[in-house]
T-cell receptor
Framework: SQTIHQWPATLVQPVGSPLSLECTVE??????LYWYRQAAGRGLQLLFY??????ISSEVPQNLSASRPQDRQFILSSKKLLLSDSGFYLC??????????????FGSGTQLSVL | RKEVEQDPGPFNVPEGATVAFNCTYS??????FFWYRQDCRKEPKLLMS???SGNEDGRFTAQLNRASQYISLLIRDSKLSDSATYLC???????????FGTGTRLKVLA
């Protein structure tokens, strides 16, 4: 069965520090991968999605970036965090072109607090 | 106008009540529709897909109205454990983008 791992669960970082969040998927090949952010009391905002290794689409201009160095690995990064980067970051995957599997499945999320 | 809109609630209902949520979407190219459940500080979990003909899963019924561009979720015989935020999700046809509504909070009261 497919599983998705996301870490760390909680992170407290000072303003201006770098960020690296990692997500890996097991049990499937060539998944679509996503990074979402949920600010306190707000909906999920799509940040990046990827349909293959090295292929990244950005939805919102910001100081974040994403990379997909391996098929089932998705990394969210920042060189310098801002206060506004605080939020709940969620990695997700879906299986493309398989109608019964087109649903999104989420990792357990990372609660990031930038102080 | 937001791409996917939901009433934020909260909906406070007694145990055993029936409650309905609506969600509207603006992009007529939307192709797939889902309801997710999210507990506080947890990841969203798929509750059910929404099919054109309507579908039911136990106490939950989902319906889609493409002409009016809205989706509904009906929960019958509410349980305390149904308390959560319910997210409406739309997949834009021809893309890999899933757009989330801001969610509707449900509180089932004893």
């Amino acid at each position: 069965s497919q599983t998705i791992h996301q870490w760390p669960a909680t992170l407290v970082q000072p303003v201006g520090s770098p960020l690296s969040l990692e997500c890996t998927v097991e049990g499937t090949s060539n998944p679509n991968l996503y990074w979402y952010r949920q600010a306190a009391g707000r909906g999920l905002q799509l940040l990046f999605y990827s349909v293959g290794i090295g292929q990244i689409s950005s939805e919102v201009p910001q100081n974040l970036s994403a990379s997909r160095p391996q098929d089932r690995q998705f990394i969210l990064s920042s060189k310098k965090l801002l206060l506004s980067d605080s939020g709940f970051y969620l990695c997700a995957w879906s299986v493309p072109q398989v109608p019964a599997m087109e649903k999104l499945f989420f990792g357990s999320g990372t609660q990031l607090s930038v102080l | 106008r937001k791409e996917v809109e939901q009433d934020p609630g909260p909906f406070n209902v007694p145990e055993g009540a029936t409650v309905a949520f609506n969600c509207t979407y603006s992009n007529s190219a939307s192709q797939s529709f889902f309801w997710y459940r999210q507990d506080c500080r947890k990841e969203p979990k798929l509750l059910m897909s929404v099919y054109s003909s309507g579908n039911e899963d136990g106490r939950f019924t989902a319906q889609l109205n493409r002409a009016s561009q809205y989706i509904s979720l009906l929960i019958r015989d509410s349980k305390l454990s149904d308390s959560a935020t319910y997210l409406c999700v739309v997949n834009i046809g021809g893309t890999y983008k899933y757009i989330f509504g801001t969610g509707t909070r449900l509180k089932v009261l004893a």
